[in-house]
């Protein structure tokens, strides 16, 4: 089938108003947040399941690829087409199909913006508990397949621990249905198994999420240090003292001026490092645990340590934490944000080794992150235009995230493999465990849905992938 | 070649993998549903499995992954059973790093053990069985296990953050990580919780571990129906308070210590300071019937999660079902699996999680009035009927002769997504052969 032929049939299948094959209006979606690139073959909007798989199925008889994407703010070009496919887009399957108040469900469409469901849900005393700091523009579809965290997971867990249920079109064309309102059913947790697994085995396209209520009280701390070194020490021993706040976040000196100017929040321009810390529970609770952090932080070698007295001074400290990415924007015409995850007593040598790491390469690097799961955020700041500079780039990336790995850590904790780390995918898996998730893989998705992601290219040739599969799917484009 | 000469050359080929000492024939209390195992194999390490099952993979044997032998009892009666791998020499903990709150522990690591090596250290390692001194760290995983903690941590897929474990044709495979947060990958611990060794035998995992309240106390409320004991359970979910456990305990459920005859009793349990404890006093106010404290509350606790065992052990011939259902379907659910036991000739009891409604039923012959086959079949199919859909009634424990004349599992959705996984990780179904999905 040639492309022109794909596009004719799209447009039979879900109207012409919406499918976009032009040049200048696919340019919109060679992008995801990340520093990666790809122009799409078409963009297409469906409004229903059943359009979705019909798109699968054509896509397959076309033999041409397909790719979700929810609001593009992914950070590992997941929803990026690498061969000229088509991309699928949910901005009309977009609705709250309900919300069950006594279970404490809400079933949602992917393309609904995550904090949409919160607002929505908000008269109950009820919220979605993920929180990317995207949240004001990513979709639960886009939450969903990179498994997504934020600030308040900390205590309240990422995404998979939110999703009891899944409706999805697999990588064949079959719609399926796992789990539900419980998430414990008979059979394995494939919704479990779907979820984090970037768009690759299959398009979720209805969604079944806890709701959890919101706390009772809310202490929100910034301690402000001279040196980094005092701040990770602090985070280190909150950890120890058994104290799990809701968020424990940390902005470097680079950072937070940088942060400040943009947004001030009131971080000290002098400071070295400022550790956000909130606590949520019972009244009682949260003042307790306030006194302990305090007392952490101070003995670690804190300046001072405030708390916001009242809502309007929370949302200022956090205003600082949310924005912080668009503040290192100014910075350079670029920079490329790392995911490396360690071991949280290991965090004050890693911060460490992220300044060697600046050192060699002569790359400044701001460190923002999500210090209470030891999810570093390192930012490298360069310009795109200069290529010697990108060159740079990269391999400071790389070379940060195999130290996080040499501590026992991981490359990603919250943004996803995609195409940005697929070739580092071997620094924590070797041949026979990539080979055991490629026939899973291959068991859901033939090859038509988002190829080229997650493991490394090119994918070798492999006898046993696709054996469980039916004779005609056993195909690869 | 007759079936001497098949297990005398596996015996051999098993024993050049293990040595002499490694391969035995199976004790004659390692029996399921009637069906004996002829031989017995212990590997000390992920390769002597994978070794193990290459071989087994090649004679298109099935093989029953086993730990401590305590849940044993889910599943279709095995159409066959050639050997048991147990993974007791698959034991000790790898590595536990207190600071950053994680273990790493082999499968065959018994609960008690890895239980009392983090309470030195203030921690809690919420994976939770009955028989916690012989269960083992593989079983509670591949059974997905889970005791009144589930209430605050959730079931063991929210903190087992890395897994390592052999497919059915004897790949060493891992996935996840050490640490707590991690998306490189799939999620393949999802995939092995709850799989009841049909996809791989688990030969390590990794988990995050809890901090232990400084102190805590139980709080007890005595309800006469259990419409008013689901109606407390509301005000408890709906109040700020955020318990550790949330524990619906039904009249008869024996053995559950201090348990009154008559009453459902509604158990939480909290942590935290004196003024902590005050809150819970304060607001769950007059409906509070006692509070225990230190050995009684510990008492109580270790015997919620013995429950099932105890009443297997009261009554060889109980039938013992997990269930779980959308919590606001637990009232109307229990009360007609109540009366359905009740008309079948049972002795009903159910204790389980409150709030995410996850509960273990004990069917109980009367006593000197055995029920029928026919009897079991009927209870059972009314209390599917008066479960909802979205969840699982799962027979966790019942006389072999009724298993052949039931579905253990309830009817699974989905099954050609499940099969697709199984032949994709156990292509030649050696794993648990015929016990879990149809
Ligand atoms: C400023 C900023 C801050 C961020 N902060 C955080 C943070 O705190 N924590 C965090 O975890 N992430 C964060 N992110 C990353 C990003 O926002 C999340 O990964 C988000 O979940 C992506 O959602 P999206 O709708 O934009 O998805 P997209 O970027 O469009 O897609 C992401 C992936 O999801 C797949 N996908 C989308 N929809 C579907 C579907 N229906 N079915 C199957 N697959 C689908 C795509 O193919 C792609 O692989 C941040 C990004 C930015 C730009």
């Known amino acids: 089938m040639s492309f022109d032929e794909v596009i004719t049939q799209l447009q039979?299948?879900?109207?012409?108003?919406?499918?976009?094959?032009?040049?200048?209006?696919?340019?919109?979606?060679?992008?995801?947040?990340?520093?990666?690139?790809?122009?799409?073959?078409?963009?297409?909007?469906?409004?229903?399941?059943?359009?979705?798989?019909?798109?699968?199925?054509?896509?397959?008889?076309?033999?041409?690829?397909?790719?979700?994407?929810?609001?593009?703010?992914?950070?590992?070009?997941?929803?990026?087409?690498?061969?000229?496919?088509?991309?699928?887009?949910?901005?009309?399957?977009?609705?709250?199909?309900?919300?069950?108040?006594?279970?404490?469900?809400?079933?949602?469409?992917?393309?609904?913006?995550?904090?949409?469901?919160?607002?929505?849900?908000?008269?109950?005393?009820?919220?979605?508990?993920?929180?990317?700091?995207s949240q004001k523009a990513c979709t639960i579809g886009g939450n969903v397949a990179e498994n997504s965290g934020g600030p308040h997971t900390l205590a309240q867990g990422v995404t998979v621990n939110h999703v009891t249920g899944i409706e999805v079109v697999l990588g064949t064309g079959e719609i399926a249905r796992f789990g539900g309102k419980c998430i414990d059913t008979c059979g394995y947790d494939v919704t479990g198994y779907f979820t984090g697994s970037e768009g690759t085995l299959g398009i979720v396209t209805e969604i079944t999420?806890?709701?959890?209520?919101?706390?009772?009280?809310?202490?929100?701390?910034?301690?402000?240090?001279?040196?980094?070194?005092?701040?990770?020490?602090?985070?280190?021993?909150?950890?120890a003292e058994g104290i799990?706040?809701?968020?424990?976040?940390?902005?470097?000196?680079?950072?937070?001026?940088?942060?400040?100017?943009?947004?001030?929040?009131?971080?000290?321009?002098?400071?070295?490092?400022?550790?956000?810390?909130?606590?949520?529970?019972?009244?009682?609770?949260?003042?307790?645990?306030?006194?302990?952090?305090?007392?952490?932080?101070?003995?670690?070698?804190?300046?001072?340590?405030?708390?916001?007295?009242?809502?309007?001074?929370?949302?200022?400290?956090?205003?600082?934490?949310?924005?912080?990415?668009?503040?290192?924007?100014?910075?350079?015409?670029?920079y490329y944000t790392q995911d490396g995850v360690v071991p949280r007593s290991k965090i004050p040598q890693t911060l460490r080794y992220i300044a060697e790491v600046s050192k060699k390469y002569g790359l400044t690097i701001a460190n923002i992150f999500h210090a209470g799961d030891g999810n570093m955020h390192p930012?490298?700041?360069?310009?795109?235009?200069?290529?010697?500079?990108?060159?740079?780039?990269?391999?400071?990336?790389?070379?940060?995230?195999a130290y996080c790995v040499s501590l026992g850590g991981s490359?990603?904790?919250?943004?996803?493999?995609?195409?940005?780390?697929?070739?580092?995918?071997?620094l924590l898996f070797n041949e026979t465990d990539l080979d055991v998730m490629h026939r899973l893989h291959d068991a859901f998705n033939p090859g038509v849905l988002n190829p080229q992601k997650v493991f490394p290219t090119p994918r070798s040739c492999r006898e046993t992938g696709s054996a469980s599969l039916p004779p005609e799917l056993r195909r690869r484009p | 070649m007759n079936d001497q000469g098949v297990v005398s050359g596996l015996e051999a080929e098993l024993t050049g993998i293990l040595g002499n000492e490694h391969v035995m024939p199976c004790q004659s209390n390692l029996v399921i549903d009637g069906i004996h195992t002829q031989l017995c194999v212990e590997p000390a390490t992920a390769q002597e499995v994978a070794d193990v099952l290459r071989v087994a993979n090649d004679r298109k044997l099935t093989v029953i992954p086993a730990g401590g032998f305590t849940h044993q009892g889910y599943g279709n009666v095995p159409p066959r059973a050639d050997l048991v791998l147990r993974t007791t020499r698959l034991s000790g903990?790898?590595?536990?790093?207190?600071?950053?709150?994680?273990?790493?522990?082999?499968?065959?690591?018994?609960?008690?053990?890895?239980?009392?090596?983090?309470?030195?250290?203030?921690?809690?390692?919420?994976?939770?069985?009955?028989?916690?001194?012989?269960?083992?760290?593989?079983?509670?995983?591949?059974?997905?296990?889970?005791?009144?903690?589930?209430?605050?941590?959730?079931?063991?897929?929210?903190?087992?953050?890395?897994?390592?474990?052999?497919?059915?044709?004897?790949?060493?495979a891992k996935a996840g990580g050490r640490v707590v947060k991690n998306v490189a990958g799939y999620d393949l611990m999802k995939l092995l919780i709850g799989s009841h060794?049909?996809?791989?035998?688990?030969?390590?995992?990794?988990?995050?571990?809890?901090?232990?309240?400084?102190?805590?106390?139980?709080?007890?409320?005595?309800?006469?129906?259990?419409?008013?004991?689901?109606?407390?359970?509301?005000?408890?979910?709906?109040?700020?308070?955020?318990?550790?456990?949330?524990?619906?305990?039904?009249?008869?459920?024996?053995?559950?210590s201090g348990q009154s005859p008559k009453a459902w009793t509604v158990a939480i349990k909290a942590g935290g300071s004196d003024a902590v404890l005050a809150r819970y006093r304060g607001e769950l106010g007059e409906d509070?019937?006692?509070?225990?404290?230190?050995?009684?509350?510990?008492?109580?606790?270790?015997?919620?999660?013995?429950?099932?065992?105890?009443?297997?052990?009261?009554?060889?011939?109980?039938?013992?079902?997990?269930?779980?259902?959308?919590?606001?379907?637990?009232?109307?659910?229990?009360?007609?699996?109540?009366?359905?036991?009740?008309?079948?000739?049972?002795?009903?009891?159910?204790v389980g999680r409150a709030a995410v409604a996850s509960l273990t039923l004990a069917l109980s012959p009367l006593p000197g009035d055995p029920p029928s086959v026919t009897q079991y079949v009927n209870a059972l199919s009314a209390i599917r009927a008066a479960c909802p859909a979205d969840g699982a009634v799962i027979v966790r424990n019942c006389p072999s002769e009724v298993k052949k004349h039931i579905e253990p599992w309830g009817s699974a959705r989905e099954v050609e997504s499940m099969r697709r996984v199984k032949r994709t990780l156990d292509p030649n179904d050696v794993l648990n052969r015929g016990r879990f999905l149809p």
Not at chain 2, 313 to 338: C, F, G, I, K, Y
Request: hydrophobic share 45%; proline share 4%.
């Open chain 2, 197 to 256: 060794g049909t996809l791989g035998i688990i030969t390590s995992a990794n988990f995050r571990l809890m901090p232990a309240a400084r102190q805590t106390a139980t709080f007890m409320a005595e309800f006469r129906t259990i419409g008013e004991a689901v109606a407390f359970r509301e005000r408890v979910v709906k109040s700020p308070l955020s318990p550790i456990s949330l524990e619906l305990i039904s009249p008869f459920a024996e053995g559950v």
């Open chain 2, 288 to 350: 509070l019937s006692r509070e225990l404290r230190d050995a009684n509350e510990a008492a109580l606790w270790s015997s919620v999660v013995e429950f099932p065992a105890t009443m297997l052990q009261l009554n060889q011939r109980a039938m013992l079902l997990d269930v779980h259902m959308p919590a606001a379907s637990l009232e109307p659910a229990l009360t007609e699996a109540e009366k359905a036991a009740t008309a079948h000739g049972f002795i009903f009891s159910a």
């Open chain 1, 411 to 426: 490359i990603t904790g919250e943004h996803g493999v995609g195409m940005e780390k697929n070739a580092l995918m071997p």
């Open chain 2, 93 to 172: 903990i790898v590595y536990y790093d207190a600071g950053d709150l994680t273990i790493g522990v082999r499968a065959g690591t018994r609960l008690a053990d890895v239980q009392n090596a983090v309470a030195e250290h203030r921690q809690v390692f919420a994976v939770e069985a009955a028989r916690a001194s012989r269960a083992t760290v593989g079983g509670a995983l591949a059974t997905a296990s889970h005791g009144p903690r589930k209430h605050s941590t959730g079931g063991v897929r929210e903190f087992c953050v890395g897994l390592e474990f052999v497919t059915g044709d004897g790949q060493i």
């Open chain 1, 379 to 401: 930012a490298i700041l360069f310009d795109l235009r200069d290529p010697d500079q990108l060159k740079r780039t990269v391999a400071a990336g790389a070379d940060i995230l």
């Open chain 1, 12 to 133: 039979g299948l879900l109207g012409a108003q919406h499918v976009l094959h032009r040049p200048e209006d696919l340019m919109l979606y060679e992008y995801d947040a990340s520093v990666d690139k790809g122009t799409p073959g078409a963009v297409v909007f469906p409004s229903t399941t059943e359009e979705v798989a019909a798109l699968v199925r054509l896509a397959h008889r076309a033999e041409v690829s397909v790719v979700p994407r929810g609001a593009g703010t992914g950070l590992s070009g997941g929803s990026i087409s690498r061969d000229r496919g088509i991309v699928i887009v949910f901005t009309r399957m977009n609705r709250i199909l309900e919300v069950d108040v006594a279970n404490r469900r809400a079933v949602v469409q992917p393309g609904v913006v995550n904090l949409d469901l919160s607002a929505a849900v908000a008269r109950y005393g009820l919220y979605f508990a993920p929180d990317p700091s």
């Open chain 1, 244 to 334: 799990t706040p809701t968020a424990l976040e940390m902005l470097d000196g680079l950072t937070l001026r940088t942060v400040e100017e943009a947004t001030h929040a009131g971080y000290p321009m002098d400071s070295g490092a400022v550790l956000l810390v909130e606590l949520e529970g019972l009244r009682e609770e949260v003042e307790e645990q306030a006194a302990l952090v305090r007392g952490v932080c101070m003995r670690n070698g804190a300046r001072e340590v405030r708390r916001a007295k009242d809502e309007t001074e929370r949302a200022l400290l956090w205003k600082g934490r949310k924005n912080a990415f668009a503040a290192i924007g100014r910075l350079a015409p670029s």
């Open chain 1, 209 to 239: 999420v806890k709701l959890v209520r919101k706390a009772e009280a809310v202490a929100t701390l910034l301690a402000i240090y001279n040196t980094v070194d005092e701040g990770a020490n602090s985070v280190v021993e909150i950890t």
